[in-house]
C-alpha cells in the first residue's frame, strides 16, 4: 500500500502544517488536563479489578469461576488502557508520578512498564515504517510482501495463511505480553529494570499462588487459559483497527510529521461505547498527532482534524470497526502472497 496525498491547497504563511493544527487544538483548550475524569476512571477500574478478584474467591471451586476469568480479561484490558494513557503522561504532566502510576497499572497486569514505553515511543516516533517501528517487526508474521520474501522459520511457515490465523494467534497476545516483558529485563539500556524484574515476578507468583490455592488444579488451568487468551484477544482487538493495513513507510521515506502520523493510521467510528471499550483508540489520528492529549478529548479533536486534514488535502481514513478488521486481514493476505506464490512453484517443481 504506498502512501499518497490529494492536490493541496497552498498552505498560508506562519509555521508548519502541524504548527497551525496545534494552535488550534490549544486554542480549543483539548489539550487541558481532565484530572476529575481520570480520578472516576482510576477508580471504577480499580474497584472492577478488585470485584473480580474478590467474585473469583467467593464463587470458588466451580465451573462458574471461567466466567471470572472472562470477567477480568476484560478489566485487565483496561488496566493496560489506563497504563497506556499515563505512559503518555495524559493523566500528569510531571514524568515522576507518570512512571509510578504506570508501574502500578503495569504490575497489575503483569507487563513490564519499561518495555512497554520503550517499544511504544518507538511506534510513535516512526509508526508503521519497516525496521523502525516495533510493531510491524517480521517477529511472527509478516506485514510486506518484501518481509515475505525473506522470512525463514516461523513467520515463513504462518505467513502463507496469517489472515485466517491473525485472531487465533491473539489468544496468545496475553503470554506474549509476559514473556516480552521477562526477555527485556536482560537488555542493560532498559532502565529500572530490577524494579520491572521484581514487579513482573511478582505478578506472576502471586496470580499463580491464588489459582491453584483457590481452585483445583485442573480447574486453575482452565481459568489461566480462559483468562489469558481472552485478555490476549482483547489487547489484540484494541490495537489491530489502528494502523494494520494502511501504508508501511521503508528506507528514507520520512513525510512531515503531520502526514507521518496522519496517513498510517486510522479512525474507527463508534459511540460513546467504543470510546470505552477502546479506550479512545479508536481516534488514533488524534492520538498520534496528540499523544498527550486526554482520551475524552480525542472525540471534540476530530472535527478539527478531519476539517484541516481536508483543508490540506491530506488523506483522512476512517471506517467502521468490522470494517477496519476486514482490511487488516486483506492487507496480512497480500502480505504472504510471496509466500503462498514460492510454495506452489515449489510443488509444480
Given at each position: ?168 494467534l491473539l489468544l496468545l497476545e496475553g ?44 480447574m486453575a488451568i482452565a481459568f489461566l ?90 488523506d483522512y481514513l476512517e471506517t467502521g ?29
Amino acid at each position: 500500500m504506498t502512501m499518497h496525498t490529494a492536490p493541496r491547497r497552498p498552505p498560508p504563511v506562519g509555521g508548519s502544517d502541524f504548527a497551525r493544527l496545534s494552535k488550534k487544538i490549544t486554542d480549543a483548550g483539548l489539550m487541558n488536563r481532565r484530572p476529575g475524569y481520570y480520578t472516576v476512571r482510576s477508580i471504577a477500574v480499580a474497584v472492577a479489578y478488585a470485584g473480580g478478584w474478590s467474585a473469583f474467591v467467593l464463587v470458588g471451586a466451580g465451573w462458574w469461576t471461567l466466567a471470572v476469568a472472562a470477567f477480568l480479561a476484560l478489566i485487565f484490558g483496561q488496566v493496560a488502557l489506563l497504563a497506556h494513557d499515563v505512559a503518555h503522561r495524559q493523566v500528569f504532566r510531571r514524568r515522576r508520578p507518570s512512571e509510578t502510576s504506570g508501574r502500578i497499572a503495569g504490575a497489575a497486569i503483569g507487563m513490564g512498564y519499561g518495555w512497554w514505553q520503550d517499544k511504544h515511543t518507538r511506534h510513535h516516533a516512526n509508526p508503521n515504517h519497516e525496521g523502525r517501528d516495533p510493531d510491524i517487526a517480521p517477529d511472527l508474521l509478516v506485514w510486506s510482501q518484501g518481509q515475505a520474501r525473506v522470512a525463514t522459520g516461523l513467520p515463513r511457515l504462518i505467513g502463507r495463511w496469517q489472515a485466517f490465523l491473525f485472531f487465533p494467534l491473539l489468544l496468545l497476545e496475553g503470554v506474549n505480553v509476559h514473556v516480552s516483558s521477562a526477555r527485556a529485563l536482560g537488555n542493560r539500556a532498559l532502565k529500572n529494570r530490577t524494579l520491572d524484574g521484581l514487579l513482573l515476578y511478582g505478578h506472576i507468583a502471586a496470580y499463580l499462588a491464588a489459582l491453584f490455592l483457590v481452585l483445583p488444579a485442573g480447574m486453575a488451568i482452565a481459568f489461566l487459559a480462559v483468562h489469558q487468551c481472552l485478555f490476549g484477544l482483547y489487547l489484540g482487538c484494541l490495537f489491530a483497527p489502528n494502523h494494520k493495513g494502511m501504508p508501511i513507510l521503508t528506507g528514507d521515506d520520512r513525510p512531515d510529521f503531520l502526514r507521518r502520523q496522519v496517513l498510517t493510521a486510522r479512525n474507527v467510528r463508534g459511540s460513546w461505547f467504543t470510546d470505552l471499550a477502546l479506550g479512545g483508540l479508536n481516534h488514533q489520528i488524534e492520538h498520534h498527532l496528540f499523544p498527550s492529549m486526554p482520551s475524552p478529548h480525542l472525540r471534540k479533536a476530530r472535527p478539527i482534524v478531519r476539517r484541516y486534514c481536508q483543508d490540506l488535502g491530506v488523506d483522512y481514513l476512517e471506517t467502521g470497526l468490522i470494517a477496519s478488521y476486514r482490511q487488516a486481514l486483506a492487507s496480512l493476505h497480500r502480505a504472504g502472497a510471496p509466500l503462498r506464490r514460492a510454495r506452489v512453484s515449489t510443488a509444480r517443481a
